[in-house]
């Protein structure tokens, strides 16, 4: 046989791929979609994958070989790997960074991976490469690369597979995610017995402990001990179930090496069993935009369904998802936010039970890992592995075999959008790929469309679809404007309170209704200044001022995390007056606890979500009505659907309206008019009070109107002119360094190499408003592209001059991202 060469994917930016010879032992093993060990660099080992064979040696050089195949089945399908070559090609960036942004860390194995013992106990047959890792994990936690290093040519990569797979190990990005696994006792025989004639000597001699005896017995029956289908293992929850025998008695019969007890890790996907009920019918609105997508499926890959807030969108993505199901296909649900799979995946689970998984960067690695396995198995076990997934963006990258719809919903959220590393990417903007790369349909779902999802409509390119009444036939919210600035003259604020808003809240407390306020700025407050001076406190390795945290009584840095002590005087003119200015969700929420003293009130903003339940718990109390009043940043304003809201109050529209971005009315209708749809959505109209110092800008008066329509010509008819999306396409490129003037030049260089090309419109480069992130200064280049040059072959300029300018000796440590369609 010839030579076999495989061609590999390594987690690194680098390249695309690689190649290795595969040796002949391995020659039956390796597959395309198998990871395999592979070395590269001095002596360093990666986990890569292979993505296709040859048995030709493409770059006619000495290559190195193959050290071991990890996997036994493969681990993604070819038409996963499809749209792994579209991204990168798309987002020009490499194969390597698809790969990093794809597989869940367990799955990667990356030098830095961290690796635990899960604490389960040890089977017995370790091989003594395995001993020999956990014997080092032991003593302490460690970084894949520093195992690798202790232990040498005695480090097996297969041997930690095994571990992980029999879940005695796991890997992990951070520490910080703390990580504890399920564990649950199970019984069986002890090894000495066996066969049956030994168990019967083992039974007699417990004559005189007759209740020992009958447990024994009791355990063979449920386990059919020594016939053709005998249980192993038992949980010992399972075999005391119903009976009188005590876990003392368990214990009594391990003492005596009859039984053995061992903590097993269970896995934490399986839920506890649901019932299921059935499927809402859909009301008449619902049925026939139901039949109208159907229709559009007919003839297009992609449909756009507007339907206003609370008018019933989800109800019908399970209606069509149900359909998808019945075909024996598999579907996808794409959400902006993880604290809408926590009320989604209810109503999921309600109807298709076990089917459906979840997935999002709150997992951690092991839960990721599994669940990725359980849509692999479905091609294999249908009954088996997950048919629905509701997730995060990166759901995208899972391993579906079958298929037939994806729902994206909200598809208007820019939480779609990856911003670093590489591939940035726009979850939305692949599952229509996705779609169309597994002929599968793609629903795009909002209430305020994206503008370029709308555009695609109006031209032909996608489907569209219109639901104009909420379920429940109520009105959309009423939506009054308050003028902050005429309240702040006539002494009227209490704190960040107009009167018309405050009045409002009393009302709807005193009649048990819930409230919710939105704020985009999260902290005490959004900076500090010296009252002597007006000085205010910069972050050391950013240009940003600092937010100030109450409860850490710490400045801090929103762009770096770095954080800083509280300066007892100011740096600049030692006065000891510093004051807080501004409102942040902490300082709104103190403040609202004295304002409304008998209201519970719950704050949803990043830094109540650490924790991977605390999205939950927080919807949970606003289910429940356990909370009055929720105050939240942008977390608030996305699809959460609750019954008793009739308030909402949005405290501050100014830096949302005065944002400097080609966006900023589009997004500012956008959020607003999402978080109103909060309001109202069952029982009565809601209202919605939009505080500002502008109640007179043309913006306000069409979110007021809740005209969608009029917005959207007139953004459209200024983004035609200034060349913005959805009539061309943009391209921004980031130059970075830590010296200011090497920033200047390579940018320029940047600029006059793409001017080159005189199709391109390029912009800048300039500083962006935050010019400087972590010591790192930015400058940014933003290319404007008409949308009828091939975007291909203009995005390969766009590289070629990136790499022209890279590799300028002078340049060599500076970095270039390409973000294409920046949000
Ligand atoms: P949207 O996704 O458009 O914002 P939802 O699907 O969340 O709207 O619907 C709003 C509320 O109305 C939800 O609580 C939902 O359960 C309820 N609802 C909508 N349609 C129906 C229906 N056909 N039958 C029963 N309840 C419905
Ligand atoms: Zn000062
Ligand atoms: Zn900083």
């Not at 990093?100 to 106990?121: I, N």
């Not at 299921?276 to 935009?289: D, F, R």
């Not at 079958?402 to 590393?421: A, C, R, T, Y």
């Not at 003028?483 to 407390?509: C, G, H, N, W």
Request: aromatic share 8%; glycine share 4%; charged share 25%.
């Amino acid at each position: 046989m010839p030579q076999l060469f495989a061609q590999v994917i390594l987690p690194l930016s680098l390249h695309d791929s690689f190649t290795y010879k595969v040796p002949a032992s391995l020659e039956k093993e390796v597959a395309p979609g198998k990871r395999v060990i592979v070395q590269f660099g001095k002596k360093k080992l990666y986990a890569a994958l292979v993505i296709s064979l040859s048995d030709k040696n493409p770059e006619n050089m000495e290559l190195k070989e193959v050290h071991e195949i990890l996997d036994e089945h493969p681990i993604i399908f070819p038409v996963n790997f499809k749209l792994w070559q579209w991204l990168a090609q798309y987002y020009c960036c490499t194969l390597g960074d698809v790969f990093r942004a794809a597989l869940p860390t367990g799955l990667k194995l990356e030098s830095k991976s961290k690796l635990f013992l899960t604490g389960v106990d040890e089977p017995i047959d370790l091989s003594p490469k395995e001993e020999l890792i956990i014997r080092h994990l032991q003593e302490d936690v460690s970084q894949l690369s520093d195992i690798e290093h202790k232990l040498g040519t005695e480090f097996s990569y297969k041997a930690l597979r095994s571990l992980l797979d029999k879940k005695v190990v796991y890997a992990e990005e951070k520490i910080s995610s703390k990580y504890k696994p399920k564990t649950e006792a199970f019984i069986k025989l002890h090894s000495s017995i066996s066969s049956e004639k030994i168990l019967n000597e083992k039974t007699d001699l417990l004559k005189r402990a007759k209740k020992q005896q009958q447990l024994l017995f009791h355990f063979c029956t449920v386990t059919n001990a020594f016939s053709d289908d005998q249980i192993q293992e038992i949980p010992k929850k399972e075999l005391l179930l119903g009976t009188s025998f005590s876990g003392n008695l368990v214990k009594e019969l391990v003492k005596k090496k009859i039984l053995v007890e061992r903590q097993k890790q269970v896995s934490r996907l399986e839920e506890e069993t649901i019932d299921q009920v059935s499927i809402n019918l859909l009301n008449k609105h619902q049925a026939k935009a139901y039949d109208e997508v159907k229709t559009t499926f007919e003839k297009q890959q992609v449909t756009l369904i507007h339907g206003i807030t609370a008018s019933g969108k989800t109800e019908i993505y399970i209606h069509l998802i149900d359909e998808i199901i019945k075909s024996g296909k598999q579907a996808l649900y794409l959400v902006p936010e993880i604290a809408l799979t926590t009320q989604i995946i209810k109503r999921l689970k309600n109807v298709f039970g076990n089917k459906v998984g979840i997935y999002h960067s709150k997992l951690n690695s092991q839960e990721r890992v599994e669940i990725w396995e359980k849509v692999l198995q479905f091609n294999d076990d249908p009954k088996k592995g997950y048919q629905v997934v509701l997730g995060a963006r990166s759901a995208v990258f899972l391993p579906f075999s079958k298929l037939g719809i994806i729902i994206v919903d909200e598809e208007h959220e820019n939480s779609f959008k990856q911003f670093d590393p590489a591939p940035r990417y726009n979850a939305r903007d692949m599952a229509v790929i996705l779609g169309y790369q597994n002929n599968a349909k793609v629903l795009l779902g909002s209430a305020t469309p994206s503008f370029e999802s709308y555009y695609n409509a109006l031209k032909g390119k996608y489907g569209l679809v219109n639901l104009t009444t909420r379920h429940s036939e109520m009105e959309l919210p009423e939506i009054l404007v308050a003028d902050i600035k005429r309240a702040y003259k006539r002494k009227q604020m209490r704190s960040f309170l107009t009167p018309e808003l405050y009045e409002m809240m009393v009302a709807a407390l005193e009649k048990n209704e819930q409230i919710i306020l939105f704020q985009n700025r999260r902290g005490y407050s959004p900076y500090v200044e010296c009252f002597s001076c007006g000085d205010i406190p910069k972050c050391r390795n950013c240009d940003v001022s600092l937010t100030y945290h109450k409860y850490k009584r710490r400045l801090s840095c929103h762009y770096c995390g770095f954080s800083y002590q509280l300066p007892e005087k100011c740096d600049n003119c030692g006065s000891p007056e510093l004051k807080t200015r501004g409102y942040g969700t902490e300082k709104i929420e103190d403040e609202l606890k004295s304002l409304f003293r008998n209201a519970r009130i719950a704050r949803m903003d990043l830094d109540t979500t650490q924790s991977k339940n605390a999205f939950a718990k927080i919807v949970k109390n606003l289910e429940d009505r356990k909370t009055n009043i929720l105050i939240g940043t942008q977390m608030v304003t996305k699809g959460l659907d609750f019954e008793h809201v009739s308030v909402v109050g949005i405290l501050n529209a100014d830096n949302l309206i005065n944002f400097p971005d080609f966006r900023a009315h589009e997004r500012a209708y956008q959020l607003i008019s999402q978080v109103a749809g909060r309001a109202g959505r069952k029982h009565k109209q809601g209202k919605v009070i939009i505080q500002t110092s502008q109640p007179d800008h043309p913006l306000i008066e069409l979110i007021r109107e809740q005209n969608y329509q009029a917005t959207l010509k007139e953004q459209f008819e200024e983004r035609q002119l200034f060349k913005y999306p959805p009539y061309y396409r943009l391209v921004k490129i980031v130059v970075k360094h830590k010296n200011i003037q090497t920033v200047d030049r390579a940018a320029d260089q940047l600029a006059n190499q793409l001017k080159k090309y005189k199709q391109l419109v390029v912009m800048g480069p300039e500083y962006p408003l935050i010019s400087r992130i972590q010591l790192w200064h930015h400058k940014e280049i933003w290319i404007k592209i008409n949308r009828k040059l091939n975007l291909d072959l203009v995005k390969k300029e766009i590289s070629s001059a990136v790499k022209t300018v890279k590799h300028l000796p002078s340049n060599s440590s500076c970095v270039f991202n390409i973000d294409v369609d920046p949000a």
